[in-house]
């Protein structure tokens, strides 16, 4: 026949999605080029890849010879054959290899009838090496030996493992034909479970030959098996987690069981036994009585929650049923456990943190909208309500969903569209795996065409309206991790408002104590008391009706907090402190990154949610701007600036310091959100704090001067103060270190009018009185955090006069001055009113604190004996040293002694160590080799270590604390506010004592000398 002629009768490769070169050359080689194979070319235009389909069936035509001719016959009159043959060959590359080396098994493609059961699977199994039952055994004990032993086994295990695994990747896979539809997710997965049973049981056998040729096996052992595999809902590339009980477990049922995992992993699949007690560095096996002891005493939560899925599924079935009798129990008493939520939200964190940003939209397992997300769900409603409904207690996904929704745990429209997002990810992770037979979760890049358009084609998704395949199912990925990630949600926390607000929504309905117990299991540890803060909030009003709205999702990001139980109370007073906030509800419905935020700040630090309600402006800055968070877009100078000015307006002292006291809780508030948040380091916090403290001051420093010179001129004594008035900062605030807690420690410095109405002596008076007002002003009972102005500092202590002229100053340091007081003198710095005068103070006092070639050994010697009665006489009683912020070893006090030590030796010949900040004067420390950089190091990290433990306490218990608590509730809250989201509280407490315990040795050597 003319090829032309031949050519225009068939379909045009093109149309048939042929796009390889060679593709009529294949097809004429396979005699299909011709029009009598107009109905075989069609069908292999619907196979997931045309290309790679042909090739598969010209190397199948090659390996067959001979026998080409009975398939090609085969593959024109049986449409069933031919849709599984092109569907299995199209969709995994790997299992048409498989084909090709073993080709006469297309012919098991061709069997009708049902898949094979558990029975058969095992029989042919164990027919690949010629195993027989163990004789003596109960008819319980599927124990067999094999007729070849050791790695010769392997070959024909592995080929028959093929066989049957692409039996049903080819009914999988098949487009559809005539009576027989694509097989079901669950159906695929039961006979991959059977298959692995059988897998198994197998190797077992050939580790009987291998480990006892010549004897019967003493004892018992049975195999358990775990994961997927035990809840039969297996993938086609998986590990098959198992758990071995032996009776005895001595080293002859080890040596039985590695060799099973060895012949296993290497025919068939990993066989993993990580499960286990104490994991990899467990015993293999164990008796059923250690395992037990092992669960009632040592167990994690996360061991429970995996032996959810725990089967009998070879060896010895007895024994195995014994085991998940003995354990199931404990099982259902795990969200009991006092550490259950905290294990249980951890895990899942890191879970989560585990998969690569650049993955995260992309990761089918792990991801956010993932199959995890899924079975983590029902896991954990299965472990809250299985206590108390036994018909929770079963193993697969699906099947516990199922369940949960007939109980009433879980809406019925939920529960559909859950379990079908399921089973559509696990659709896709099946097909993604049978590609290659390799264990994947992970989807192509989304702008890999290609690879989406075969992947749609072999998922059996369609075109639709202007969208190809490939599009619509990048579409759907995307609809459907949406979905999950919003039921995830919807799973834990609707059903509880939708059952106290007693809506008729998905007829869901959980009595009081279904709602304590989820919520207990969600991390509220007052349930009950949780359920009335609900049942206040999700009231009959229009209020009610949008927090029923905004609850579940608040109620998650709550839970995820180190205090949900406060998250929850504080947003209820806030909620109700707002209840005429018009803008409140509105903005947590339309701005989620407030809401979430907001929720972080609630369930971490009952401090700012008190300040939150009194000034709930703040809130609105928890929202992104152009810039990002807004929480951190203020500078400086504008708090200062609008204290001024607000001060100014102000009609009377009284509302100057109301006006100022108002700014600085607010922006006490912005701060503090933005440090729990981990929007600000350390040294952004103590300088932000620093620059309010100081804006207060300054501003009341202002109002009271003002006021005062109003009432002079109203007597007739001028419009002019009869002083200039300086503050200068001290300690911390001079350092702009300040911390929540810290006082503001000041010297006032006064320089009389020349030419005024006062004499000296009255002017002197005039300012005292003026700094008096200031420190009592500031520090008056409020609900404010207050501001105590603190002078103890000056001259003479508290026993000297509390403002003192330029000149007084200047004599007295020439006189009197102490080294202790030298000291102090290295953070002065001018925080508030006059600045021309605050800098005559620093000039006239550099001399002082600098002394040319630094202190004497006297003086040296002067201030470790104070540091020594300081560290002795003000540790508080029965504070522990090891963890007191302030004055433990290695705590603020030894790293800021030992850098002013250095200051002062040092600071008259390098010029850059004049310097009130610790952190500073450390980088010149360092950068002038004035000490070694690690040390430096060293002493950088317990600073910032102990300053931001400190920091985090106050915003924790509201109060200064420079005590670390032991472990606990408390200590794991400070950890979380810390920023130690890694790990436990125990590793922050381990990180904290390592850090410290190394400064301190550097603080023995520079400071103590030793």
Request: charge should be negative.
């Given at each position: 026949?003319?090829?032309?002629?031949?050519?225009?009768?068939?379909?045009?490769?093109?149309?048939?999605?042929?796009?390889?070169?060679?593709?009529?050359?294949?097809?004429?080689?396979?005699?299909?080029?011709?029009?009598?194979?107009?109905?075989?070319?069609?069908?292999?235009?619907?196979?997931?890849?045309?290309?790679?389909?042909?090739?598969?069936?010209?190397?199948?035509?090659?390996?067959?010879?001979?026998?080409?001719?009975?398939?090609?016959?085969?593959?024109?009159?049986?449409?069933?054959?031919?849709?599984?043959?092109?569907?299995?060959?199209?969709?995994?590359?790997?299992?048409?290899?498989?084909?090709?080396?073993?080709?006469?098994?297309?012919?098991?493609?061709?069997?009708?009838?049902?898949?094979?059961?558990?029975?058969?699977?095992?029989?042919?199994?164990?027919?690949?090496?010629?195993?027989?039952?163990?004789?003596?055994?109960?008819?319980?004990?599927?124990?067999?030996?094999?007729?070849?032993?050791?790695?010769?086994?392997?070959?024909?295990?592995?080929?028959?493992?093929?066989?049957?695994?692409?039996?049903?990747?080819?009914?999988?896979?098949?487009?559809?034909?005539?009576?027989?539809?694509?097989?079901?997710?669950?159906?695929?997965?039961?006979?991959?479970?059977?298959?692995?049973?059988?897998?198994?049981?197998?190797?077992?056998?050939?580790?009987?030959?291998?480990?006892?040729?010549?004897?019967?096996?003493?004892?018992?052992?049975?195999?358990?098996?775990?994961?997927?595999?035990?809840?039969?809902?297996?993938?086609?590339?998986?590990?098959?987690?198992?758990?071995?009980?032996?009776?005895?477990?001595?080293?002859?049922?080890?040596?039985?069981?590695?060799?099973?995992?060895?012949?296993?992993?290497?025919?068939?699949?990993?066989?993993?036994?990580?499960?286990?007690?104490?994991?990899?560095?467990?015993?293999?096996?164990?008796?059923?009585?250690?395992?037990?002891?092992?669960?009632?005493?040592?167990?994690?939560?996360?061991?429970?929650?995996?032996?959810?899925?725990?089967?009998?599924?070879?060896?010895?079935?007895?024994?195995?049923?014994?085991?998940?009798?003995?354990?199931?129990?404990?099982?259902?008493?795990?969200?009991?456990?006092?550490?259950?939520?905290?294990?249980?939200?951890?895990?899942?964190?890191?879970?989560?943190?585990?998969?690569?940003?650049?993955?995260?939209?992309?990761?089918?397992?792990?991801?956010?909208?993932?199959?995890?997300?899924?079975?983590?769900?029902?896991?954990?409603?299965?472990?809250?309500?299985?206590?108390?409904?036994?018909?929770?207690?079963?193993?697969?996904?699906?099947?516990?969903?199922?369940?949960?929704?007939?109980?009433?745990?879980?809406?019925?429209?939920?529960?559909a569209n859950f379990s079908a997002s399921y089973r559509f990810l696990r659709l896709l992770e099946h097909r993604l795996q049978l590609e290659r037979l390799k264990r994947t979760h992970t989807l192509p890049p989304f702008d890999d065409d290609e690879a989406w358009r075969w992947l749609a084609r072999a998922a059996h998704v369609r075109p639709d309206g202007d969208r190809d395949a490939a599009g619509v199912l990048r579409a759907e990925v995307r609809r459907q991790a949406t979905r999950v990630r919003r039921l995830h949600t919807k799973l834990f926390y609707r059903p509880l408002l939708e059952s106290i607000a007693q809506l008729d929504a998905d007829e869901v309905r959980l009595s009081d104590a279904s709602i304590v117990l989820r919520l207990k299991a969600l991390g509220f540890e007052q349930a009950e008391h949780a359920l009335q803060h609900l049942k206040s909030m999700a009231d009959?009003?229009?209020?009610?009706?949008?927090?029923?709205?905004?609850?579940?999702?608040?109620?998650?990001?709550?839970?995820?907090?180190?205090?949900?139980?406060?998250?929850?109370?504080?947003?209820?007073?806030?909620?109700?402190?707002?209840?005429?906030?018009?803008?409140?509800?509105?903005?947590?419905?339309?701005?989620?990154?407030?809401?979430?935020?907001?929720?972080?700040?609630?369930?971490?630090?009952?401090?700012?949610?008190?300040?939150?309600?009194?000034?709930?402006?703040?809130?609105?800055?928890?929202?992104?701007?152009?810039?990002?968070?807004?929480?951190?877009?203020?500078?400086?100078?504008?708090?200062?600036?609008?204290?001024?000015?607000?001060?100014?307006?102000?009609?009377?002292?009284?509302?100057?310091?109301?006006?100022?006291?108002?700014?600085?809780?607010?922006?006490?508030?912005?701060?503090?959100?933005?440090?729990?948040?981990?929007?600000?380091?350390?040294?952004?916090?103590?300088?932000?704090?620093?620059?309010?403290?100081?804006?207060?001051?300054?501003?009341?420093?202002?109002?009271?001067?003002?006021?005062?010179?109003?009432?002079?001129?109203?007597?007739?004594?001028?419009?002019?103060?009869?002083?200039?008035?300086?503050?200068?900062?001290?300690?911390?605030?001079?350092?702009?270190?300040?911390?929540?807690?810290?006082?503001?420690?000041?010297?006032?410095?006064?320089?009389?009018?020349?030419?005024?109405?006062?004499?000296?002596?009255?002017?002197?008076?005039?300012?005292?009185?003026?700094?008096?007002?200031?420190?009592?002003?500031?520090?008056?009972?409020?609900?404010?955090?207050?501001?105590?102005?603190?002078?103890?500092?000056?001259?003479?202590?508290?026993?000297?006069?509390?403002?003192?002229?330029?000149?007084?100053?200047?004599?007295?340091?020439?006189?009197?001055?102490?080294?202790?007081?030298?000291?102090?003198?290295?953070?002065?710095?001018?925080?508030?009113?006059?600045?021309?005068?605050?800098?005559?103070?620093?000039?006239?006092?550099?001399?002082?604190?600098?002394?040319?070639?630094?202190?004497?050994?006297?003086?040296?010697?002067?201030?470790?004996?104070?540091?020594?009665?300081?560290?002795?006489?003000?540790?508080?009683?029965?504070?522990?040293?090891?963890?007191?912020?302030?004055?433990?070893?290695?705590?603020?006090?030894?790293?800021?002694?030992?850098?002013?030590?250095?200051?002062?030796?040092?600071?008259?010949?390098?010029?850059?160590?004049?310097?009130?900040?610790?952190?500073?004067?450390?980088?010149?420390?360092?950068?002038?080799?004035?000490?070694?950089?690690?040390?430096?190091?060293?002493?950088?990290?317990?600073?910032?270590t102990a300053t931001r433990a400190r920091n985090a306490l106050f915003l924790v218990r509201g109060k200064p604390i420079d005590q670390l608590p032991g472990p606990g509730a408390v200590l794991s809250n400070v950890a979380y506010v810390a920023g130690w989201r890694e790990g436990s509280s125990l590793d922050f407490l381990d990180d904290y004592l390592r850090t410290t315990r190394r400064a301190r040795a550097v603080v023995d050597r520079v400071f103590w000398g030793e």
């Open positions: 026949m003319n090829p032309n002629t031949q050519r225009s009768r068939i379909p045009g490769v093109g149309r048939l999605g042929l796009l390889e070169p060679t593709a009529e050359t294949n097809l004429a080689s396979l005699g299909w080029f011709e029009p009598e194979s107009v109905d075989v070319l069609w069908a292999l235009s619907r196979s997931a890849d045309a290309d790679i389909t042909l090739k598969a069936l010209v190397r199948l035509r090659e390996a067959l010879g001979d026998g080409w001719p009975e398939l090609d016959a085969a593959i024109r009159s049986d449409t069933t054959l031919r849709g599984r043959l092109f569907g299995v060959l199209g969709g995994s590359e790997a299992l048409g290899d498989h084909l090709v080396s073993n080709p006469s098994a297309w012919r098991l493609l061709a069997e009708r009838g049902p898949l094979a059961g558990r029975e058969q699977l095992r029989e042919q199994m164990l027919a690949a090496v010629g195993a027989v039952k163990e004789p003596g055994r109960p008819d319980d004990d599927l124990l067999y030996r094999a007729a070849i032993a050791g790695a010769t086994a392997v070959p024909p295990l592995r080929t028959k493992h093929r066989d049957l695994m692409m039996v049903v990747a080819a009914r999988d896979m098949a487009d559809l034909v005539e009576n027989e539809p694509w097989l079901p997710f669950v159906e695929v997965g039961e006979y991959l479970a059977d298959l692995a049973d059988a897998a198994l049981t197998a190797a077992l056998a050939v580790a009987v030959a291998t480990v006892y040729p010549d004897k019967p096996v003493p004892g018992r052992l049975a195999v358990i098996a775990m994961g997927k595999c035990g809840a039969r809902e297996l993938n086609y590339v998986s590990d098959v987690d198992v758990i071995f009980v032996a009776e005895p477990a001595d080293g002859p049922s080890a040596r039985l069981a590695g060799e099973m995992m060895r012949i296993g992993s290497m025919a068939f699949f990993d066989v993993d036994a990580g499960l286990r007690p104490e994991g990899k560095n467990g015993s293999l096996t164990r008796t059923l009585d250690s395992h037990i002891a092992y669960y009632k005493r040592w167990a994690k939560t996360w061991e429970f929650q995996a032996l959810l899925k725990a089967r009998p599924a070879i060896g010895d079935m007895a024994l195995g049923q014994a085991y998940v009798d003995a354990l199931s129990p404990m099982v259902w008493e795990a969200s009991e456990r006092a550490d259950f939520v905290p294990e249980v939200q951890q895990m899942r964190r890191r879970v989560e943190e585990n998969v690569p940003p650049e993955l995260r939209e992309r990761e089918l397992k792990l991801g956010r909208g993932g199959l995890r997300d899924v079975e983590f769900a029902v896991q954990l409603l299965q472990l809250v309500h299985g206590r108390t409904d036994e018909s929770l207690r079963v193993r697969g996904t699906l099947d516990a969903l199922a369940a949960l929704t007939e109980g009433g745990y879980v809406g019925r429209d939920d529960g009959g009003s229009r209020r009610g009706r949008i927090q029923t709205i905004l609850l579940p999702t608040l109620l998650e990001w709550l839970s995820e907090t180190p205090n949900p139980d406060a998250g929850l109370l504080n947003y209820r007073k806030l909620s109700e402190a707002l209840a005429g906030v018009e803008w409140y509800l509105r903005v947590l419905r339309d701005e989620s990154v407030v809401a979430q935020r907001l929720m972080t700040v609630l369930g971490s630090s009952t401090f700012v949610a008190e300040l939150l309600q009194r000034s709930p402006e703040v809130i609105r800055m928890y929202a992104d701007g152009a810039n990002g968070p807004k929480l951190v877009e203020v500078q400086p100078g504008e708090v200062t600036n609008g204290m001024l000015a607000a001060v100014t307006r102000a009609a009377n002292r009284d509302r100057a310091i109301a006006v100022a006291r108002a700014m600085r809780r607010a922006e006490i508030a912005r701060i503090a959100s933005a440090d729990v948040l981990g929007m600000l380091t350390v040294p952004e916090v103590c300088s932000a704090l620093s620059s309010v403290w100081s804006a207060a001051v300054n501003a009341a420093l202002v109002s009271e001067i003002n006021a005062s010179v109003a009432e002079r001129r109203a007597a007739g004594r001028g419009d002019q103060a009869p002083a200039r008035i300086s503050v200068i900062g001290m300690g911390r605030l001079g350092g702009h270190e300040i911390g929540y807690g810290s006082d503001a420690d000041v010297l006032f410095v006064c320089d009389p009018v020349e030419g005024g109405p006062d004499s000296e002596s009255e002017a002197v008076k005039w300012a005292d009185h003026i700094a008096e007002a200031v420190r009592k002003r500031l520090g008056a009972p409020s609900v404010d955090p207050g501001l105590e102005i603190d002078t103890g500092l000056r001259p003479e202590g508290r026993n000297g006069p509390v403002v003192r002229t330029l000149a007084a100053y200047r004599h007295y340091y020439d006189q009197w001055a102490q080294p202790w007081e030298v000291q102090a003198l290295l953070r002065a710095t001018q925080v508030a009113g006059d600045e021309e005068l605050g800098l005559e103070f620093l000039y006239m006092i550099d001399r002082i604190r600098y002394p040319d070639g630094g202190v004497s050994a006297d003086t040296v010697r002067e201030l470790r004996r104070i540091k020594a009665r300081v560290d002795s006489e003000r540790l508080p009683r029965g504070a522990d040293p090891a963890t007191h912020t302030k004055l433990g070893r290695g705590g603020l006090s030894d790293i800021e002694w030992t850098v002013q030590l250095l200051q002062l030796r040092h600071a008259s010949a390098v010029r850059a160590l004049r310097n009130t900040s610790t952190l500073q004067s450390l980088d010149t420390i360092g950068a002038t080799e004035v000490l070694a950089e690690s040390d430096v190091t060293l002493l950088r990290d317990a600073w910032l």
